[in-house]
């Protein structure tokens, strides 16, 4: 059985002697997973699909004297996964931990208006480019002796009521990583490795503004719908995520796997509320 404490020194340690890569980790919920994990001891790679969001992102990291490298990695390029995972190796010696948190969302608007070329990228970035990155880190992980993994999705898969006419497809694909994550549990578990994965409401990242402007062009801020649809009444930060992220790859969530966990501000209870 595990035992447990907490303070701060504990969470200064939680993952040392830890090696974790984050993939679309230079901004948003990814980035602030990142800089979580590698305050809390572990050497974390990190990655997007532009070196110099890339190395932006790893001078900010170090400059907090934190043990972080980079590389340019488009999670869905076969390519660019066997460079990540070989970087890692090479500059860390294995991996134990592993947050896949890339997702794209080419559409806005309702379901029957989705082109197949939009939904065939929705299916290829959000589902099978993470179903890889995960195939192709477990050997590493089972070398170590076993490690843990957060997928990455949306509230809007559990409530597609709230967002049906903003991003359907969108909520669908991720709704496929939430059967991913449980269809994985169970052979994940046979190698000491636990899976689940992180839900998340609206959050105040690039993301979001990037879906507003899409359905309101010109807009430069995100509107008050998004802030008044949980009973929070506000958005999330991408640091209220990564310490999701965090809690879920430790040990302290040693009896957690294919597990979805929201971090909505209450969005279900709201949404009921509606009703």
Same mark, same amino acid.
């Given at each position: 059985?595990?035992?447990?404490? &907490?303070?701060?020194?504990?969470?200064?340690?939680?993952?040392? @002697? /830890?090696?974790?890569?984050?993939?679309?980790?230079?901004? @948003?919920?990814?980035?602030?997973?990142?800089?979580?994990?590698?305050?809390? +001891?572990?050497?974390?790679?990190?990655?997007?699909?532009?070196?110099?969001?890339?190395?932006?992102?790893?001078?900010?990291?170090?400059?907090?004297?934190? %043990?972080?490298?980079?590389?340019? &990695?488009?999670?869905?390029? /076969?390519? %660019?996964?066997?460079?990540?995972? %070989?970087?890692?190796?090479?500059?860390? +010696?294995?991996?134990?931990?592993?947050?896949?948190?890339?997702?794209?969302?080419?559409?806005?608007?309702?379901?029957?208006?989705?082109?197949?070329?939009?939904?065939?990228?929705?299916?290829?970035?959000?589902?099978?480019?993470?179903?890889?990155?995960?195939?192709?880190?477990?050997?590493?992980?089972?070398?170590?002796? @076993?490690?843990?993994?957060?997928?990455?999705?949306? *509230?809007?898969?559990?409530?597609?009521?709230?967002?049906?006419?903003?991003? +359907? $497809?969108?909520?669908?694909?991720?709704?496929?990583? !939430?059967?991913?994550?449980?269809?994985? *549990?169970? $052979?994940?578990?046979? !190698?000491?490795?636990?899976?689940?994965?992180?839900?998340?409401? $609206?959050?105040?990242?690039?993301?979001?503004?990037?879906?507003?402007?899409?359905?309101?062009?010109?807009?430069?801020?995100? $509107? %008050?719908?998004? !802030?008044?649809?949980?009973?929070?009444?506000?958005?999330?930060?991408?640091?209220? &995520?990564?310490?999701?992220?965090?809690?879920?790859?430790?040990?302290?969530?040693?009896?957690?796997?294919?597990?979805?966990?929201? *971090?909505?501000?209450?969005?279900?209870?709201?949404?009921?509320? /509606?009703?």
């Amino acid at each position: 059985m595990a035992s447990f404490v &907490c303070g701060e020194d504990y969470l200064r340690k939680r993952f040392v @002697g /830890k090696v974790a890569i984050c993939t679309a980790s230079t901004a @948003g919920i990814g980035h602030a997973a990142a800089e979580r994990i590698a305050r809390e +001891g572990a050497k974390v790679v990190i990655c997007s699909r532009r070196q110099e969001k890339v190395d932006a992102a790893v001078k900010k990291l170090r400059d907090q004297n934190l %043990d972080v490298s980079g590389i340019v &990695c488009h999670q869905a390029k /076969k390519e %660019d996964r066997q460079r990540l995972i %070989d970087f890692t190796l090479t500059t860390y +010696g294995g991996i134990d931990l592993l947050f896949a948190s890339a997702g794209v969302n080419p559409f806005t608007g309702t379901m029957l208006t989705v082109t197949e070329k939009q939904w065939d990228k929705l299916f290829d970035v959000n589902v099978k480019s993470t179903f890889l990155i995960i195939r192709e880190c477990v050997p590493y992980m089972i070398k170590r002796g @076993g490690g843990a993994i957060v997928t990455n999705s949306t *509230a809007a898969a559990l409530f597609p009521e709230l967002t049906r006419d903003l991003n +359907g $497809p969108y909520a669908v694909s991720k709704s496929a990583v !939430h059967g991913l994550t449980k269809v994985l *549990a169970a $052979p994940l578990a046979h !190698h000491n490795i636990r899976i689940n994965c992180l839900a998340p409401g $609206p959050i105040e990242t690039d993301f979001l503004t990037g879906l507003v402007q899409q359905f309101l062009p010109g807009e430069t801020e995100i $509107p %008050d719908v998004f !802030h008044g649809n949980n009973v929070l009444f506000r958005c999330g930060d991408p640091a209220e &995520c990564g310490s999701v992220v965090a809690f879920l790859l430790s040990n302290d969530a040693s009896f957690m796997t294919g597990e979805i966990l929201l *971090a909505c501000g209450g969005l279900e209870y709201f949404s009921k509320s /509606k009703l």
